[in-house]
């Protein structure tokens, strides 16, 4: 079975600093490993994602995040934030080897940019 | 291409009505997925559909809740006798093996509430 943790449900930065969303998983075999994003009102979009090639993976809007196999983390950073950061983030994973496609989702990290 | 489009947006019914929401998938994508958020909560994946055939079942879709895709395009999700517990978003969305088989495309989803 396969399963993802994000460990902080709300994070608060100010404009310009760095972010650092934290998530874990668990998989019983090779996953993948996503990272989406929901604004108010608006559909998931799909920020970066890791399907075997680089551990290190650039995304949308300056994401970037570092898949450690060893510590089974996914976390997600960002040098700066701005303003328009501020949505809720999810981890999300899918198991490449056994076939099956639906994605297991975090429970969420909402992000606060304060200016 | 706009996209994954979902209707309606909204849908406000009393408890034990019948619902039903549809999903226009983007074009060419044969893969289908719906899934449901509550509130809180990330995503949790109902059920998928390969062009016409429903290959998988969640334990969360229960015998009250069906999902068609007819002719292999538009898809929709039926809930029978609707209870309160089934107050969530509902959200689709589709993929395209052939192009890229891990990247999945949500609609806006459809927010229904049950009195």
């Known amino acids: 079975a396969q399963s993802v943790t994000q460990l902080d449900s709300h994070v608060s930065v100010s404009e310009g600093t760095p972010v650092l969303l934290r998530c874990n998983y668990s998989s019983s075999y090779s996953p993948s490993l996503f990272w989406y994003v929901q604004h108010p009102n608006k559909g998931l979009q799909l920020l970066l994602k890791y399907t075997s090639a680089a551990t290190l993976v650039k995304g949308i809007n300056g994401f970037e995040a570092e898949f450690k196999k060893s510590e089974t983390s996914f976390h997600l950073t960002k040098p700066s934030a701005h303003m328009s950061d501020a949505a809720e983030y999810f981890c999300v994973v899918s198991d490449r080897d056994t076939g099956r496609r639906a994605l297991t989702f975090g429970s969420g990290t909402r992000l606060q940019v304060q200016p | 291409d706009t996209g994954v489009s979902q209707d309606p947006r909204h849908k406000i019914t009393k408890r034990g009505q019948n619902v039903t929401f549809r999903c226009d998938p983007i074009s060419e994508h044969n893969r289908l997925y719906w899934y449901r958020q509550t509130l809180g909560q990330g995503p949790e994946f109902l059920t998928y559909?390969?062009?016409?055939?429903?290959?998988?079942k969640s334990r969360l879709l229960s015998d009250r809740f069906s999902a068609e895709r007819p002719k292999g395009s538009f898809s929709t999700l039926e809930i029978q006798r609707t209870e309160q517990g089934d107050s969530a978003m509902y959200l689709c969305a589709s993929s395209d093996p052939l192009l890229n088989q891990y990247e999945q495309y949500f609609g806006p989803g459809t927010r229904l509430t049950v009195t």
């Open positions: 559909f390969q062009n016409e055939a429903q290959l998988e």
